[in-house]
């Protein structure tokens, strides 16, 4: 996927590592895509501190997630695995890309976390978004500031972060996880390496589990959750989804 032909974005996720899109928003993607939008993922390190794969492997199973998931882009920024900074000068290469991709919608990770990386890749892609939109910063291309940015928190390990909203993605979870089986590097083999135990073992099923209660909570049969910082506003009550009794 070349960026220098990339399409404009509707939906754009930013993603520490190769294959964290997929586990944390999989299903929004494949969804934004079979409903006729542009999607996308913003990469920001190829994963080379990883125990598992290389980063050429890691890579090829990329492109073929992407297609699985029927990405319109995919894009790799290759900044350092496990050494992510909240820098200016990472800062101003996402915010370029989000000049050039023009997402309406950004998904990032939850702020707060586990992985120092995905901590990093949240603030910033917050932070770019802001930039991005800077009449007087010079990026090579036009300003333009995400309308709504989106946490996907399903990661959260501690179990106290309340979801602004779930989404339905029981039509999108057989793509979602026909992606997530493309990194076979990551989610095949034994638990334990050279006695170094790996995390990502067995993570899509705990996810899975994850998905199918954030779906119980809505009455369907996979959900993924989602934090904004504002509130959604409401048109018609009468409409509203999610049955109360």
């Not at 036009?142 to 106290?160: M, N, Q």
């Not at 992606?179 to 638990?191: D, E, H, N, T, V």
């Not at 995390?199 to 959750?225: N, S």
Request: hydrophobic share 40%; glycine share 8%; aromatic share 6%.
């Amino acid at each position: 996927m070349n960026k220098a032909r990339s399409p404009k974005l509707d939906v754009l996720a930013i993603a520490a590592h190769p294959d964290d899109a997929e586990l944390s928003c999989g299903g929004a993607l494949a969804g934004a895509a079979r409903l006729g939008y542009r999607a996308g993922i913003l990469d920001l390190t190829r994963g080379e501190m990883a125990t598992r794969g290389t980063p050429a492997t890691r890579a090829r199973e990329a492109v073929r997630a992407a297609r699985a998931l029927g990405l319109a882009h995919r894009e790799n920024l290759g900044l350092p695995d496990s050494a992510l900074e909240v820098s200016l000068e990472n800062k101003r290469l996402v915010a370029a890309r989000l000049r050039a991709l023009r997402p309406r919608v950004v998904i990032l990770p939850y702020w707060e976390g586990r992985h120092p990386d995905h901590v990093a890749a949240s603030r910033i892609g917050y932070e770019a978004c802001w930039l991005a939109g800077l009449k007087q910063l010079d990026l090579g291309a036009p300003p333009h500031r995400p309308f709504k940015i989106l946490y996907s928190t399903l990661y959260d390990e501690t179990g106290r972060v309340q979801p602004t909203f779930i989404l339905d993605i029981s039509r999108d979870y057989a793509r979602r996880a026909r992606a997530i089986a493309c990194y076979r590097s990551q989610f095949a083999g034994p638990q334990r390496q050279r006695g170094i135990h790996i995390p990502l073992t067995g993570l899509e099923e705990r996810l899975e589990v994850a998905c199918r209660y954030f779906g119980e909570l809505i009455g369907v049969r996979y959900g993924e959750p989602y934090l904004t910082r504002e509130l959604p506003a409401v048109e018609d009550i009468v409409r509203l989804p999610a049955r109360s009794i």
